[in-house]
């Protein structure tokens, strides 16, 4: 049976005769259909007849209208209205701004607007620094993205991609406390991007690039990171390696292992990909073997034609192998996914050497089945919230850019990044740590704490 999902829920408002049995028959026909039952409300009762709203949970659009179908057909039961709930959820969209002070009177318009506001002007004017404290800019960070490389949907555009980034913002308020706001550009030129960030910059105590596909991304965020004087980010590559790394550190304690022993391979050689196999490298690990599209990355492959690409290749595969994802997979340690669903088969698993770790993190189909991986691997970790061992990148940016804001920094740094994902895998213990539990909860409220108090601390 297909696992349901609050993502794809409706709350059926029902009409049924007020007699026993009545709404019995209506949970038996959610249940045949393979609803799952949540919230069940009595909007009104007369002698006759009541009428409740009943949250189903569903696996998919198509599951949502079998649900549907099957209470409709019930005798004496009427389905007065069908809501969608996630999509309520987004009526509006999901951010509004709010004012910090009140404003009930004269005095109040003179300090927060005119004449008061021009002198905290003339403040910034004289000393550009203070914008930090004296306006938002200090506790604001700009989501940009060009809606290219939405993750499971691709490239959508920057409307359709509204809706992650306002996501995103209300995980940057909720975890870090840090007021970000959705920048969407309807342009996929390089140049462009760069100038419009720049320009809306001064606004911002940070940018957080989301979305943009590769190679391109590479370009944006270095281009960005050269010329201003706030920290650049781009989360799709380093918030995805620094929750993945802090996640192997604590692996290797359950497998007691170190990261320098380590045969890795990865499969994705785009974003996210190239910041692993980077981040790996510089956290201690020598054998790292990168698998794009047309097989193994080698040096001497004449298809690297991006720089980034290129320097990818040089550094990994030390022992120059080449071929496909399988001939990667024989003897290795760790798979990490980030590419395509179901692209590693249970012979590739089996493959691997004793205590694998296994990280399929494509979403929202992983590169093999958790259930398949569990048969070979000792540690399986996936993308998806309805599996043990999240990877998930809400456990760093929201406290990395706490740290960041706070401190005032100019440049993400490799130290930054490595202290980050040593405070998310120091949350817990050595008496947590399970094969099941490599990684904290993403409620946790000590993560982005202690990922913020990491950052600053790093000189």
């Given at each position: 049976?297909?696992?349901?999902?609050?993502?794809?829920?409706?709350?059926?408002?029902?009409?049924?005769?007020?007699?026993?049995?009545?709404?019995?028959?209506?949970?038996?026909?959610?249940?045949?259909?393979?609803?799952?039952?949540?919230?069940?409300?009595?909007?009104?009762?007369?002698?006759?007849?009541?009428?409740?709203?009943?949250?189903?949970?569903?696996?998919?659009?198509?599951?949502?209208?079998?649900?549907?179908?099957?209470?409709?057909?019930?005798?004496?039961?009427?389905?007065?209205?069908?809501?969608?709930?996630?999509?309520?959820?987004?009526?509006?969209?999901?951010?509004?701004?709010?004012s910090?002070?009140?404003?009930?009177?004269?005095?109040?318009?003179?300090?927060?607007?005119?004449?008061?506001?021009?002198r905290?002007?003339?403040?910034?004017?004289?000393?550009?620094?203070?914008?930090?404290?004296?306006?938002?800019?200090?506790?604001?960070?700009?989501?940009?993205?060009?809606?290219?490389?939405?993750?499971?949907?691709g490239?959508?555009?920057?409307?359709?991609?509204?809706?992650?980034?306002?996501?995103?913002?209300?995980?940057?308020?909720?975890?870090?406390?840090?007021?970000?706001?959705?920048?969407?550009?309807?342009?996929?030129?390089?140049?462009?991007?760069?100038?419009?960030?720049?320009?809306?910059?001064?606004?911002?105590?940070?940018?957080n690039?989301?979305?943009?596909?590769?190679?391109?991304?590479?370009?944006?965020?270095?281009?960005?990171?050269?010329?201003?004087?706030?920290?650049?980010?781009?989360?799709?590559?380093?918030?995805t390696?620094i929750?993945?790394?802090?996640?192997?550190?604590?692996?290797?304690?359950?497998?007691?292992?170190?990261?320098?022993?380590?045969?890795?391979?990865?499969a994705?050689?785009?974003?996210?990909?190239?910041?692993?196999?980077?981040?790996?490298l510089?956290?201690?690990?020598t054998?790292?073997?990168?698998i794009?599209?047309?097989?193994?990355?080698?040096?001497?492959?004449?298809?690297?034609?991006?720089?980034?690409?290129?320097?990818?290749?040089?550094?990994?595969?030390?022992?120059?192998?080449?071929?496909?994802?399988?001939?990667?997979?024989?003897?290795?340690?760790?798979?990490?996914?980030?590419?395509?669903?179901n692209i590693?088969?249970?012979?590739?698993?089996?493959?691997?050497?004793?205590?694998?770790?296994?990280?399929?993190?494509?979403?929202?189909?992983?590169?093999?089945?958790?259930?398949?991986?569990?048969?070979?691997?000792?540690?399986?970790?996936?993308?998806?919230?309805?599996?043990?061992?999240?990877?998930?990148?809400?456990?760093?940016?929201?406290?990395?850019?706490?740290?960041?804001?706070?401190?005032?920094?100019?440049?993400?740094?490799?130290?930054?990044?490595?202290?980050?994902?040593?405070?998310?895998?120091?949350?817990?213990?050595?008496?947590?740590?399970?094969?099941?539990?490599?990684?904290?909860?993403?409620?946790?409220?000590?993560?982005?704490?202690?990922?913020?108090?990491?950052?600053?601390?790093?000189?």
């Amino acid at each position: 049976m297909a696992i349901t999902s609050p993502s794809y829920s409706v709350t059926l408002r029902v009409k049924l005769p007020n007699e026993p049995g009545k709404f019995a028959l209506v949970a038996e026909a959610i249940g045949n259909a393979g609803g799952n039952l949540g919230a069940i409300n009595l909007v009104s009762s007369a002698r006759t007849h009541k009428v409740r709203d009943i949250v189903v949970f569903a696996a998919n659009e198509d599951h949502e209208a079998a649900v549907v179908k099957a209470v409709e057909a019930l005798t004496d039961i009427d389905v007065l209205q069908v809501s969608d709930r996630t999509t309520d959820a987004h009526i509006g969209g999901k951010l509004e701004i709010r004012s910090k002070h009140p404003l009930v009177n004269h005095d109040d318009l003179s300090m927060l607007y005119t004449p008061g506001v021009a002198r905290i002007c003339k403040r910034i004017y004289e000393n550009p620094e203070s914008a930090r404290r004296l306006t938002i800019k200090g506790n604001s960070v700009a989501v940009v993205t060009d809606g290219t490389a939405v993750l499971g949907l691709g490239d959508i555009g920057p409307l359709a991609a509204m809706p992650v980034m306002e996501g995103k913002a209300i995980l940057f308020k909720e975890f870090g406390n840090v007021d970000a706001y959705p920048i969407c550009l309807d342009t996929k030129n390089v140049d462009e991007i760069v100038e419009t960030v720049a320009r809306l910059s001064p606004g911002f105590g940070g940018i957080n690039l989301e979305d943009i596909s590769a190679p391109r991304c590479f370009d944006v965020e270095e281009r960005l990171a050269e010329r201003l004087d706030i920290p650049v980010f781009h989360d799709d590559q380093h918030g995805t390696a620094i929750v993945l790394l802090a996640a192997i550190t604590n692996a290797l304690k359950i497998v007691k292992r170190d990261l320098s022993d380590l045969r890795i391979v990865i499969a994705g050689a785009g974003a996210a990909g190239t910041a692993i196999a980077e981040l790996l490298l510089y956290a201690g690990a020598t054998d790292i073997v990168v698998i794009g599209r047309n097989g193994i990355l080698h040096p001497d492959d004449e298809r690297n034609a991006h720089p980034k690409r290129l320097k990818l290749a040089e550094e990994t595969n030390p022992r120059r192998i080449r071929g496909s994802l399988d001939d990667a997979m024989k003897g290795a340690d760790v798979f990490i996914g980030v590419s395509a669903p179901n692209i590693v088969g249970e012979e590739a698993i089996a493959s691997m050497r004793p205590d694998a770790m296994v990280f399929a993190m494509a979403n929202p189909i992983p590169e093999v089945a958790p259930e398949i991986a569990e048969r070979h691997a000792r540690i399986v970790a996936t993308g998806r919230s309805d599996y043990p061992n999240q990877i998930n990148n809400v456990l760093c940016f929201p406290g990395l850019f706490r740290g960041l804001l706070d401190s005032g920094t100019k440049r993400v740094t490799n130290e930054m990044k490595l202290a980050a994902a040593r405070a998310i895998a120091g949350i817990l213990s050595d008496d947590e740590l399970t094969d099941d539990c490599i990684v904290p909860s993403v409620f946790d409220k000590r993560v982005a704490l202690a990922v913020a108090s990491a950052v600053m601390a790093v000189p």
